[in-house]
């Protein structure tokens, strides 16, 4: 019997883009990746309605392909809905790409070109096929693998999340292994580090994913950090184990505890899932927030200790003066 073992996400905005456009569900057993397109802010609000569309659905159900098919749909509608009504963010779309562990299996489904790999046995495959412009000039040999590499286009997708009434679904199933790593991963990854690399940046931090994912964004930005750079990792276990709250959100990096804030209205919902950028001005502002709080407080602790005297002393005076005004009589 397999279950989920140890699981984590990161996400960095890279060097050169001032928005992290990516978003990501990291709810065991349910893991999404989605990397958002379009202009002005517009592939921001793209993502982030996709994976708060997935997170509100939930994990709750299961269901396999056709469960994460559906969630897909409707997340699909979402964005669409938001782009046909919304001027600003006409046109925008995002990838995304699902993995749901149930019952010792992976079910995925995947529109885009973001990627899931399967590390297992020392090898990493990548399982999803990419809908692009490159992959499809590979696919018909008129692109070696080396042009692709470097291909002008390469960020041309020919399938995306929200820019139809209606997407096409990839969906697969995974028999999953006991030591399995699957990792789903955002383009700015992709492009950035090589295959060879990547797998042997995680086998090297295998004790602690955590530390694997820190050094796969590390390695993206040393070569350039061109685009936001995402991964979220799950690993198969022997039997049940480490699910529950505490342990996954130990690796669950980046991933601030507004997280339970997802949700609402369509005006509010944007930036309410805030949870997939975290750039370090972020953090030092909820840092700072925090002081300015613990200060706040320290303020009325005083205050109401000194009113607390105050009180005691108006009391202490009243007894004597009665006491005084007894005595007198
Ligand atoms: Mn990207």
């Not at 070569?223 to 184990?241: C, K, L, P, R, Y």
Request: proline content about 2%; some cysteine.
């Amino acid at each position: 019997m397999t279950g989920l073992g140890h699981v984590g996400v990161i996400t960095d905005t890279g060097r050169k883009r001032r928005r992290n456009e990516d978003a990501y569900v990291c709810e065991p057993p349910l893991f999404a990746i989605a990397d958002g397109m379009g202009g002005a802010q517009a592939g921001e609000v793209a993502s982030r309605l996709a994976a708060a569309a997935l997170k509100e659905s939930g994990a709750k159900t299961l269901g396999g392909e056709q469960r994460i098919s559906d969630l897909i749909q409707e997340a699909n509608r979402r964005v669409y809905d938001r782009s046909s009504t919304d001027p600003n963010t006409s046109g925008m779309g995002t990838t995304i790409t699902v993995a749901l562990v149930e019952n010792g299996n992976v079910a995925f489904g995947h529109v885009g070109d973001s990627r899931a790999y399967l590390i297992r046995d020392g090898r990493m495959e990548q399982v999803t096929e990419d809908h692009s412009l490159v992959n499809e000039l590979l696919k018909s040999g008129k692109l070696s693998p080396e042009e692709a590499e470097s291909h002008p286009q390469r960020s041309v997708i020919t399938r995306a999340l929200g820019t139809d009434p209606d997407v096409d679904v990839d969906t697969f199933t995974i028999a999953a292994e006991a030591g399995d790593v699957f990792l789903l991963c955002s383009d700015g990854l992709t492009d950035m580090v090589g295959e060879s690399e990547i797998l042997e940046l995680v086998e090297r931090n295998r004790q602690d994913i955590g530390v694997a994912l820190k050094s796969l964004v590390k390695a993206a930005n040393r070569s350039g950090g061109e685009d936001n750079i995402t991964v979220v990792a799950f690993e198969i276990a022997e039997s049940q184990m480490l699910t529950h709250d505490g342990q996954t959100r130990e690796n669950v990096l980046s991933a601030p505890s507004r997280d339970d804030e997802v949700t609402l209205t369509e005006a509010d919902a944007v930036p309410a899932v805030d949870t997939a950028v975290v750039s370090t001005a972020e953090i030092q502002a909820e840092v700072e927030a925090q002081e300015r709080q613990e200060r706040a407080k320290r303020r009325r602790r005083r205050r109401r200790r000194v009113v607390a005297w105050l009180v005691l002393i108006v009391i202490a005076a009243g007894i004597a003066l009665a006491l005084y005004l007894r005595f007198l009589r």
